[in-house]
């Protein structure tokens, strides 16, 4: 059985990049969604086509459910908060958000500053699963909920240019 999940991520806060440790301060709201039809019902029995959970109940009912277990690899310790939501529609739908107040490691080559490009960002990585089981992806949907917010950076000395994703395999055990 083959899974794919759908991703996003928005950034609502960049403050800081410190070049000396490599990691950034961020904001951000990851986005994951699929679809589990064991988790479909019938719209009209719970006079609703959505169920919607915050917080540590959000967490709660996702640890009853499958998850993906999608983690991000380069989130240098842990996040100073952290809120959910989890929807489930009433066609088996999942949609879990999840905001970050975290710092991030991040790679940069300095050898060219002032005129260099930078692309710090988000690794997301699916450890319990091979890729012939999950599949993240990336549909126009989810281009259109990603971005970063109009007063979201905060770097006096750099220049957002916007989001790019990219999808990678890394050989592991599995």
Do not use: C, K, M
């Amino acid at each position: 059985l083959r899974r794919e999940v759908a991703t996003g991520v928005g950034a609502v806060r960049l403050s800081s990049l410190d070049e000396a440790t490599g990691t950034f301060d961020a904001t951000v709201d990851v986005i994951l969604r699929w679809r589990d039809p064991s988790l479909a019902f019938d719209r009209r029995d719970r006079a609703s086509d959505r169920e919607i959970f915050l917080g540590d109940e959000a967490r709660r009912r996702l640890g009853e459910i499958w998850d993906p277990g999608v983690r991000i690899a380069n989130l240098a310790g842990e996040p100073s908060s952290r809120e959910a939501s989890l929807s489930i529609g009433a066609d088996g739908s999942v949609e879990w958000v999840e905001r970050l107040d975290a710092t991030f490691d991040v790679e940069l080559d300095l050898g060219r500053f002032p005129f260099d490009t930078q692309t710090p960002g988000l690794d997301l990585v699916v450890p319990a699963y091979n890729a012939r089981q999950v599949t993240l992806v990336h549909t126009q949907d989810d281009v259109e909920r990603s971005g970063i917010g109009a007063q979201a950076v905060s770097l006096p000395e750099w220049r957002v240019r916007g989001l790019r994703f990219a999808r990678h395999e890394d050989r592991g055990l599995d």
